[in-house]
């Protein structure tokens, strides 16, 4: 009979180690399930990338030890290190134990635990295999003088462990139970397990209360009108007379809430935004493996850190299937630490079922008890859906990859969900035909996520437009004045929009709006001859919209366009800002003339068709004048053309960027093209204040590491790497 348990406690206790042995190693039973775990080694630290406070170097080479387990020694060191999984830091007598693997690195034992029931048993920091793991023990009894153990409540100072180690099978005792992992908790069958909005007493007091809608105190949408000529002679009509609705959103909400409590002004501009609920649906497919994850899990730190304590996170991982790491929950610290630790745990494997990711997406947002005022889905995904898209089905590819978005969550159908999904698509190998339709069908945007280092800079571009949005529900009304003036085509990209059966009204769906951002439709009309007035009232604009924080709708009229029609009118100038408006709807439907063209594999015809577009804006008044969205237009339209130099090229990154420019333009929305979101290209004219400055702290942080510069791998290339931006 060897040492007796209490023997085996004090020694260890001496040792300032205390471990809770069973009976014998010997009976502990080999885990046939971990045996046959196959794990994916990575090239890159997954949880060093992780925080963006801990991006410096971290050991690569695991190193053996002759202990599974064992304490740090110096609290001096260890107060200094940071737990990779939770990123808080690790000090002896913190309360928690601290476990060091056989590979040298030390975590939090809670955190660790929580990693392997999970089912992961290599390091999170340097992927080492690990032979032995920790497992939480049943409870022990008091020791004499000191506080009873639990695996619930740690006492202070106390390290309560076990290590499984893995040996030869034992021999069958039918009385012993082997000690193993626990799997994963079961989903639940309805996802309406979110966690309860509570909103803090200070937010709730900002935007509550007994005040009436008060107008006078600035409006969340600003509304201007232009005729493309400011006089037209009377004598004339004219059949396609262009205007343009030009819209501005403000700030902030609070500068449609100042009026209201001007003591609380500073105050109110703490928190000008409204609370989003966002799922992230994230592709972890055997391609993710490496670096790719270790990206992907760095740009989640960066987005949860970066969400509010009233904003909720959901995460759902797809590979072969697809699972929910985490209920809808607040991003208070809490929540923080435990949406990290999930996302560390993650480990490629598998095919793509983006089909699946989604249905997931849109049961968590289908399901919850309670919603945020605004709520959107981002995707990312580097590779093709596998399980759903039918490739017997060519002939019919747009309603193809419709398949892969649930109904439930298709722009402007009548369920009340209008939930758009951002789509990132990562690397040369992804469908950037299916992501682009995705994000269109559901009214969300499409980026082309070309350099493995960008990933972080493209989600946090997204975020900082969802973080704030400023008007809900915008709906613009046309509406004609004059008696004989009469509405033609309203183009407006891919917004819903109709012309009332008379011609005399029309309407364009709007949706969210983000903070300062613009929104430019063209209205074609016909102007009647006059016989003898001054002026012709050709129509006005009436824009509807829902404030995210009060609910209250407020409606906002224009004053009438109006034409002045004297006798005999010289040349009149075209407007620049109807022209500008004008160069960019021309560009964009060259780029998708482009696109058909290029997938009926004539890149020479495709080409042709943007040379051409090319041409022709430079003889715009814009373009003459130096426009600056002219001279983006001509950087873009001449990058899609040596995208399209080969059909290699194009196969790898041309369809991508071009779709993912339409998707920009389309929406008139930031999207991340390429290997850059400086804002070098057309992205600059879309970017709001918002997204600027989340990418810039993006971007600050990834810089402050050191290690960080040796990411950037573009994923393609066609002959050259792509000029820096």
Known sequence: MGMSKWRKAKIALGLNLCVFVPKTLEDLPQSSSQEQMQVHGERLSDAALLSPNNWEARPMTPTPSSHGLKLSRSSSKSSKQTCSICLTKMKQGGGHAIFTAECSHSFHFHCIASNVKHGNQICPVCRAKWKEIPLRAPSLDPLPGRASINTVGWPQNDALMTVVRRLPPPRRELNRRPILPLPPAPE???????????????????????????????????????????????????????????LKAAATIARQHAGRKQANLHQLSQTPRAPVDLVTVLDISGSMAGTKLALLKRAMGFVIQNLGSNDRLSVIAFSSTARRLFSLRRMSDTGRQLALQAVNSLVAHGGTNIAEGLNKGAKVMEERREKNPVGSIILLSDGQDTYTVNSSRASEPQLNYRLLLPLSIHGGNNTGLQIPVHAFGFGADHDASSMHSISEVSGGTFSFIETEAVIQDAFAQCIGGLLSVVAQELQVGVECVHPDVRLGPLKVGSYPS????????????????????????????????????????????????????????????????????????????????????????????????????????????????????RRVLSETISAKSHDRLCVALDAELKEMQERMASRHVYEASGRAYILSGLSSHSWQRATARGDSTDGSSLIHAYQTPSMTEMLTRSQAMLLGSPSAQRLVQPLWSFGSQPNPR
């Open 188 to 246: 639940p069958s309805i996802f309406d397990d979110d966690e309860s909005l509570d909103l803090q007493p200070a937010f709730t007091d900002r935007i509550s209360g007994n005040e009436t809608s008060n107008h006078n105190c600035g409006n969340t949408i600003e509304i201007k009108t232009y005729p493309e000529v400011l006089a037209a002679s009377r004598s004339n009509s004219y059949d396609k007379f262009t205007v343009l609705v030009h």
């Open 498 to 613: 109709r012309v009332m059966d008379n011609a005399r009204s029309g309407l364009i769906d709007v949706g969210d709006l983000y903070a300062d951002e613009e929104r430019d439709f063209l209205v074609s009309v016909n102007v009647p001859a006059e016989s003898s007035g001054n002026q012709t009232s050709l129509l006005k604009v009436r824009c509807v919209y829902k404030d995210p924080l009060t609910k209250e709708i407020t409606t906002l009229e224009s004053e009438e366009v109006v034409l002045k029609r004297p006798e005999i009118t010289g040349e009149a100038a075209v407007s620049i800002e109807v022209d500008r408006q004008r160069n960019r709807l021309q560009a964009a439907e060259s780029i998708s003339q482009a696109r058909t063209a290029a997938e009926q594999g004539d890149l020479t015809g495709a080409v042709s068709i943007l040379e051409n577009c």
